[in-house]
């Protein structure tokens, strides 16, 4: 079946401008995690959604990120008032169940100018 | 701080020798997963390993775990050109259902 995808693919902004990246996981799959990935850096955690419980929002930077996701479908990762250090790949990642593996999504890379 | 982290950096090696990478992390952990990445973009699921296993194998990978001291190895055996990519551990805190992922080794296999 069709993987994780992520659009746009890539998404360059001005500074001070909101941005919307969508993530659709696989069908099925309960659990759904955010990362940031700065240049030649390891994968931050963002924000993880299991199922209809609270989402562990504890990675999220600022109050400027915030995302959502509608039942077990698709998320949205909105960050307002983008700044340069906003920069980075955004990736998705979903799992059937909370530990189970992790198949990723291909990313959406932000620039801010 | 990373819950893992992975050493060395970087790593160059010639076509057909092994490549092996480490992976410290700092609390109790149900499962370790290794992924690859390449191009900077998405990652690719290797190899899941749960803390009551001490070894697991998948092709040319070989994967340790050792919870005693926290630290888990990855083998590439008789590598290839296309082997080439960054490599990150990524583990579970017990008790919660998060993934932090390290700061990944560069491995570059020459031709």
């Known amino acids: 079946g069709a993987g994780v995808s992520q659009s746009p693919s890539n998404k360059v902004t001005e500074k001070g401008k909101d941005v919307e990246l969508r993530c659709d996981p696989i069908?099925?799959?309960?659990?759904l995690y955010w990362y940031r990935q700065r240049l030649g850096q390891g994968l931050e955690f963002l924000i993880y959604f299991q199922g209809n419980s609270a989402p562990d929002k504890s990675g999220l930077p600022s109050d400027r990120f915030s995302a959502e996701r509608t039942g077990e479908s698709v998320s949205t990762l909105t960050i307002q008032r983008t700044q340069q250090e906003d920069s980075a790949v955004y990736l998705c990642?979903?799992?059937?169940?909370?530990?189970?593996?992790?198949?990723f999504g291909p990313g959406t890379r932000l620039t801010v100018l | 701080s990373q819950q893992g982290e992975e050493d060395p950096q970087a790593l160059s090696i010639q076509e057909g020798e092994n490549a092996t990478m480490n992976c410290s992390y700092k609390?109790?952990?149900?499962?370790l997963q290794w992924y690859r990445q390449n191009s900077g973009r998405g990652l690719v699921h290797l190899i899941l390993?749960?803390?009551?296993?001490r070894e697991k194998h998948s092709g040319r990978l070989r994967v340790t775990l050792d919870t005693s001291k926290k630290s888990s190895s990855l083998l590439i055996t008789a590598s290839r050109a296309a082997d080439t990519a960054s490599y990150f551990c990524?583990?579970?805190?017990?008790?919660?259902?998060?993934?932090?992922f390290g700061t990944g080794t560069r491995l570059k296999v020459l031709a």
């Open positions: 069908s099925g799959h309960t659990a």
């Open positions: 990642a979903s799992s059937l169940a909370g530990l189970d593996t992790q198949y």
């Open positions: 390993i749960r803390s009551n296993e």
């Open positions: 990524a583990t579970d805190g017990s008790g919660t259902y998060k993934y932090i």
């Open positions: 609390t109790s952990i149900n499962n």
